[in-house]
C-alpha cells in the first residue's frame, strides 16, 4: 500500500505534458504532419500587392523584406522568362544591377513563377485598401506562449517573417494552398496562427 501511495504521490508532482507530438505546451493534438514544402498552385496566382523584381545576375521577385539601399537589396523565388525588355522605362539599373515595381500574375509551381502579366507600380491603381480582418482565436495564450508559437512557425515553408500581435500569430509566407493554415489550425487551434501568404489566388 505505501508503494502504491508514493507512486500516486509522485504522480501528482510531475508536471503534465502537453498535448502535442513534441510535448509543446502550446500545441494540441494534431493529426496533421507539418508541412515540409511550399506548396504549388493549382492556378494563377497574383502578388498581394507591389513587390520589388530584382535582377542581379537573374530575375527574382522579392516577397519578403527589402533593404531601402540604392541599390536596394533583396531575394526571393526565381522569375522564369522575365525579359526586362518588356518593361523599358519600369525599372532603374546599377551596374549590372537591375530592379523594378510591379503587380505580377502567373503560375506557381512551388519554387518558381512564371509571369503572365506585369503591371508597373507607376500604372497600379489598388482597389481601397480594407483593415484585415482575422477570426477570434479559439485559445487564449499568454505572451510567452505566443512568442513559443511564433518561434514555431517562423521556419515554415516559405515563411518571410512571423510576429505576434497580442493576441495571435501572423506568419507571412510565400503561397499557401490551405495545408499551412490547417496544420496550423490543427496545431494550435483554430485562429491563433494566421498564414498571409503572398501569392494570392
Known sequence: ???????????????????????????????????????????????????????????????????????????????????????????????????????????WDGTSLTPTDAVPAALYDPARAEEPTYPKPSRHLSDSELEQVRASVEDLPGAQSAYADGTRVLVDVTYDDGSLQEWADETYGAGVVVVHPMLVE
Do not use: K, N
Request: net charge negative.
Open 1 to 107: 500500500m505505501r508503494i502504491v501511495l508514493a507512486a500516486a504521490a509522485l504522480l501528482l508532482t510531475v508536471p503534465l505534458a502537453a498535448c502535442g507530438s513534441d510535448g509543446d505546451a502550446t500545441a494540441t493534438d494534431s493529426t496533421t504532419s507539418r508541412p515540409t514544402q511550399v506548396p504549388a498552385a493549382s492556378g494563377p496566382v497574383t502578388t498581394a500587392g507591389i513587390v520589388t523584381v530584382m535582377d542581379t545576375g537573374s530575375p527574382e521577385v522579392c516577397l519578403g523584406p527589402v533593404a531601402e539601399s540604392y541599390p536596394p537589396q533583396c531575394s526571393g523565388p526565381a522569375l522564369i522568362g522575365w525579359d526586362w525588355a518588356e518593361h523599358r522605362q519600369m525599372f532603374e539599373t546599377q551596374g549590372d544591377v537591375r530592379w523594378g515595381s510591379f503587380v505580377l500574375t502567373g503560375t
